[in-house]
């Protein structure tokens, strides 16, 4: 009977953060494919450690262990460089379409960006997906990270800045 219970829980616990466990892992690993089998890995293992979660945030819990199972692909593979594109994101519910120049003055931006987002290093590149994409604390970010929470505000604060100028360059055609 706990079994059934345990599944339960672990159902209504971690489950609903799917999206944000392959959001997470695809971001760190720049490939669907890989965040895929990442994100099976991460669930396969929060699943036998569920009785071990002592409650509290389930959704920072699981991207703690979707974090460090990236962050144990990338060293095993030394694949520390920007890499290729990510899907297309929806669009708002803005419509755009009405004005081509706006859509594509829209899509060049957001192209920039993505391309300053793969460009930071990952443990800049973690902090910015965990708190602008998934809306974490800083104090939830510390926790998944394993960070003092100064560091995690150093981090977000130098990896903004380097987005800043990356973004800027990008915008005026001077990014590499």
């Not at 998934?134 to 104090?139: A, C, F």
């Given at each position: ?15 609903p ?7 997470l ?31 509290g ?14 962050m144990?692909?990338?060293r ?8 290729s594109e ?18 594509l003055?829209?899509q060049?931006?957001?192209?920039s ?5 793969e ?9 910015v ?15 998944v ?7 995690v ?24």
């Open positions: 009977m706990t079994d059934t219970r345990e599944l339960t829980d672990f159902e209504a616990v971690i489950l953060h799917l999206d944000a466990a392959f959001n892992a695809r971001w760190l690993l720049g490939n669907e494919e890989d965040a895929q089998d990442i994100v099976h890995d991460s669930f396969l293992r929060a699943h036998r450690y569920f009785a071990s979660f002592e409650g945030d389930g959704r920072a819990w699981l991207l703690g262990i979707v974090r460090n199972t990236c144990t692909s990338l095993s593979k030394r694949r520390f460089e920007p890499f990510l899907p297309e994101q929806p669009q708002r519910s803005e419509d755009v379409s009405a004005d081509p120049e706006r859509s003055l829209l060049e931006n957001i192209a960006l993505r391309y300053c987002i460009s930071l290093p990952p443990e800049y590149r973690e902090v997906v965990m708190r602008e994409l998934e809306e974490l604390s800083y104090k939830e970010i510390a926790g990270a394993g960070l003092a929470l100064g560091t505000m150093s981090r977000l604060n130098r990896a903004r800045k380097r987005l800043e100028d990356c973004v800027s360059k990008a915008l005026k055609g001077t990014a590499a």
